[in-house]
């Protein structure tokens, strides 16, 4: 109730929306009052130091980690500010749900534009015929990659057999305890780990090859 009637005020007043009290406020309070602190426009355009300073310390609290340490892990360097601008961009108020051209949402013509560029820029640093070769470029980090290599090339239950976690695997590389799946690949397929020859730290690709599972044993 209280949010129909701050829409009947807006259509009643006529005035601009700057001078208008924020709908987020007035659905929350009694149809009969108002606030004046911070309008809408106001709180939309605001610094996240203004709307939210226990947020915005804790970013500069990452910020002095991230300067004062040596990372080490290559996915993890520095990202640059035009790539923080793009994809902290209105961008991200938009769903694109589907692929270029086939979408689930409409008014994703600017998205659709972005993506294919993306595509093409892929396809040209890897001197790749576009006529020959498709790229996806949706993934945003190794994790959904490998999944998709993985439906790409299996189906479900089928067999993968990759380094153990704790040799220098990866989680998406089926991960799983003698208890429990850890992974959600391993749950939607087979996944056996190989491990390293601890005394040299190489594999053992001897050992490797006599492994069941790798033979098409159960």
Not at 49 to 77: C, F, H, M, T, Y
Not at 81 to 105: F, H, I
Request: charged share 20%.
């Amino acid at each position: 109730m209280a949010m129909a009637t701050a829409l009947r005020k807006l259509s009643a007043r006529g005035q601009p929306l700057s001078r208008l009290t924020p709908l987020y406020s007035m659905a929350s309070l009694p149809a009969t009052e108002e606030r004046s602190a911070v309008t809408w426009p106001k709180q939309l355009n605001a610094p996240l130091e203004e709307v939210d300073p226990e947020i915005a310390d804790i970013i500069e609290l990452e910020k002095a980690r991230q300067w004062k340490g040596l990372e080490l892990i290559p996915s993890e360097n520095f990202t640059s500010l035009s790539v923080m601008q793009a994809v902290g961009s209105v961008m991200t108020n938009k769903y694109s749900e589907g692929y270029p051209g086939a979408r689930y949402y409409g008014g994703n013509e600017y998205i659709d534009m972005a993506e294919t560029l993306c595509q093409k820029r892929a396809l040209e640093a890897f001197n790749l015929d576009p006529e020959k070769w498709g790229v996806n470029v949706q993934p945003l980090s190794g994790s959904p990659a490998n999944f998709h290599v993985y439906t790409a090339l299996l189906k479900p239950h089928d067999r993968i057999m990759a380094l153990d976690l704790p040799h220098g695997g990866h989680l998406s590389h089926g991960y799983q305890t003698d208890t429990k799946k850890i992974s959600a690949v391993s749950i939607f397929f087979e996944t056996m780990p190989y491990r390293l020859d601890e005394s040299t730290g190489l594999i053992d690709y001897d050992q490797w090859r006599k492994v069941p599972f790798f033979l098409g044993q159960s």
